[in-house]
């Protein structure tokens, strides 16, 4: 089986971690990688479980060592990178990839892999996200405001990526991803099934533009008033 490479990008705190975590449990043979960083662990969070958490300098080796498929500063000061030899396990055993990135990781990727499918995650609004960033906990205030900031920007990105789903309904969002990763992976086998093929459609950006504008102008409202 020919490993398929499935990107998520979602700006801080649209409930991607959530979503990634129902789509695992629901879809076999979806190896999901986890990243290196430099930031520290948040919360709950263990090495080797969600990100492996290195220093600086280990990271900096490994970038040197080309031992990355693709990293990227986020926030300006943290390193995130996925290491390639996930990539290997998973064509080894036959499993496909989900890639939990940024939007400046996708792009890499995208260049490495051509037919990786992308998928973008949005929050209903603004005040949606402002609310779910706060309700997590895990940040100071200035972190949150930082982490809206990065938001607005990264949205913008929305057109780069084949899929876009908007994190409302929990089950109906977990629901989607899973008939998008789904279809996909059928469709390469040429097994494609019409019934999970339609749902996937629903996601994709010509069928979603419209939906779209109001999420848009709920960011760029707020830029343009000087951030309040
Ligand atoms: P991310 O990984 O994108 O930063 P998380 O998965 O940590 O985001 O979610 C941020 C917060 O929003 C969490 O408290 C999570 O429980 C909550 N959340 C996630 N999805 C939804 C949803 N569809 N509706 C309401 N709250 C949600
Ligand atoms: P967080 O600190 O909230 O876990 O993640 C911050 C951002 O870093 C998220 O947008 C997440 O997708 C991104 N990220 C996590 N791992 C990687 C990675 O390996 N590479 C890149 N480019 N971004 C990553």
Known sequence: MM????????????????????????????EFSISYTTRKPRGAEQDGREYYFVTREQFEDMIAREEFLEYA???????????????????????????????????????????????????????????????????????????????????????????????DRLDESVTGLEAIVLSERLGREGRADAGLGARAEMYRLENIRERLQPILQSFREVAASGGK
């Open 3 to 30: 490993t398929n490479v499935f990107i998520i990008s979602a700006p801080s705190g649209s409930g991607k971690s959530t979503l990634v975590k129902k789509l695992r449990e629901q879809v076999p043979n979806l």
């Open 73 to 167: 500063r986020v926030f300006e000061f943290d390193y995130y990178g996925t290491a390639r030899r996930f990539l290997l396990k998973a064509q080894e055993e036959g499993n496909d990839l989900l890639l939990d990135i940024d939007v400046q990781g996708a792009a890499q990727v995208r260049s490495k892999i051509p037919d990786a499918v992308s998928i973008f995650i949005l929050p209903p609004n603004r005040s949606e996200l402002e609310q779910r960033l706060r309700s997590r906990g895990q940040d100071s205030e200035e972190k949150i405001q930082r982490r809206l900031e990065e938001a607005r920007r990264e949205i913008e990105n929305y057109g780069k990526y084949d899929y876009i789903l908007v994190n």
